[in-house]
């Protein structure tokens, strides 16, 4: 079904106008995930019979003559850390798979199913959210639609495969250091991070509550600003949620960048990169008359305290599992867990106190800045497997070094749209972050939307 390929909107439309019914998308939608998963490695379950399910209540609401919602009939899917009702809630652990079923879902997952998206499954994913790869020790890694053999990035590995193969225009991920727009990057997807707080975080497995957000990938900047709309509003369920009202996004990003004073950053995102990093920069810079650069004081440090928190937290947060199944862990995960859990906590008392200095600086910038330029990561997807890389003049680990440029963002919890660069004759792309100020997910989305209206940015199904 050509409809697969193209944007959730469209398919709700073509619901809603009875040009196809719901039930007709979701089964296209599942026999397209048993055609390409093999090879994919995206999805670790299918939720078929829930999905046709829900695609037949929604025709019978449309033959009644009731209004559809905004994504009518649109196929999405999760991360295997957002809990479905009847699965276990696996967070790309093999221990957690011992779990009950969850007896509900995900507060994000209600919100979109409450707007007419049609759930066929949970996601693979890096153990515990601890990987920027897309390899699952236990599931397998999950494979880039445009090149079988690089890597999705993680730790929403699955996400990014379901959303450039086609398998789904829209899936939920989880980013506490960059494991949304990772993904985006080396995938050549849309993927929005919101601002720290303002997405519920209610049914789901965390990594490091005090970096954790949730959000989606999509092949369109107007299903990324839909999706997260209907994401939206106060949850008493999530006490780190911020007490602000809705901000709808839809009606506003057609306004495009007009107006909005644009700069890149430069000094530490503006080096320890391979030149694709920087030239992607260039090209949205140059599209979008932006010749102003300005630098973010202290990132590096940034990154090191969101290392520091990271490994402390999450170390913390699966003591017991250390104790006693440390056997069933991921070794690379393992590992890096308990040298979190040897680390003086002065050192991440520390971390967290820099967060307020380094934010102070990030709304400095913003006093006269609208939205910021970066790079999302400093390469395009590595070959799976892949243990080291070249950056800077110096050979360097991968899973460590892929988030350098998202890590300092995700530590004061700016929100930040990853956009697809592409350049002509090489088949992967490499993303460009848009960063807004705090509660201002609008602008980014704005700049996006004209990137990709103006051809900039694109995020194509894989092989069309």
Request: hydrophobic share 45%; aromatic share 6%.
């Amino acid at each position: 079904m050509s409809l697969l390929d193209g944007s959730a909107e469209a398919i709700a439309h073509a619901v809603r106008s009875g040009a196809v019914s719901a039930r007709e998308v979701a089964q296209a939608a599942l026999a397209r995930i048993a055609e390409r998963n093999p090879r994919l490695g995206a999805f670790t379950d299918v939720t078929a019979e829930r999905a046709l399910g829900k695609a037949q209540a929604l025709d019978a609401a449309r033959a009644r003559g009731e209004t559809l919602g905004p994504l009518a009939g649109a196929p999405f899917a999760v991360k295997n850390l957002f809990d479905v009702q009847g699965l276990p809630t696996r967070a790309g652990s093999k221990i957690n798979r011992d779990r009950p079923p969850a007896h509900d879902d995900a507060t994000l997952v209600r919100r979109l199913e409450a707007a007419g998206a049609v759930l066929v499954g949970a996601l693979n994913m890096g153990e515990y959210a601890y990987d920027f790869t897309g390899e699952n020790a236990h599931d397998g890694p999950s494979r880039n639609p445009h090149d079988l053999s690089a890597m999705t990035g993680g730790s929403s590995g699955g996400s990014g495969a379901a959303v450039a193969g086609g398998l789904t225009p829209i899936a939920l991920g989880s980013d506490t250091n960059g494991s949304i727009r990772v993904p985006a990057s080396f995938c050549g997807l849309f993927g929005l991070k919101p601002t720290y707080g303002r997405l519920s975080r209610a049914g789901t497995f965390p990594f490091v509550a005090s970096l954790d957000h949730l959000g989606p990938l999509a092949r369109s900047v107007g299903d990324l600003s839909a999706s997260y709309d209907a994401m939206q509003g106060a949850d008493p369920a999530d006490p780190a949620q911020a007490a602000r009202p809705p901000a709808p996004t839809r009606g506003l990003i057609d306004e495009g960048a007009a107006g909005l004073r644009i700069a890149t950053l430069g000094g530490y995102f503006a080096r320890g990169g391979e030149p694709a990093a920087f030239e992607a920069v260039e090209r949205v810079a140059h599209a979008l008359g932006v010749s102003r650069e300005v630098e973010l004081p202290g990132a590096e440090a940034a990154r090191a305290a969101a290392y520091l928190i990271t490994m402390t937290e999450g170390a913390a947060l699966h003591l017991d599992r250390l104790r006693t199944r440390a056997q069933d862990f991921d070794p690379e995960v393992r590992d890096r867990l308990i040298a979190g859990a040897m680390l003086p906590g002065v050192w991440a008392t520390q971390a967290q106190k820099y967060r307020r200095q380094f934010r102070d600086e990030a709304l400095r910038l913003f006093a006269d800045v609208d939205v910021l330029i970066a790079p999302a990561t400093p390469c395009r997807a590595p070959a799976i497997g892949q243990k080291t890389f070249w950056l800077d003049g110096r050979e360097q680990l991968v899973r460590p070094n892929i988030g350098v440029y998202t890590q300092p963002l995700s530590f004061i919890g700016l929100p930040v749209v990853a956009a697809p660069v592409w350049t002509e004759g090489v088949k992967l792309p490499i993303g460009v972050q848009i960063v807004a100020p705090p509660w201002r997910e609008d602008l980014a989305l704005r700049v996006a939307q004209q990137l990709e209206r103006d051809g900039v940015a694109a995020a194509p199904v894989a092989g069309t």
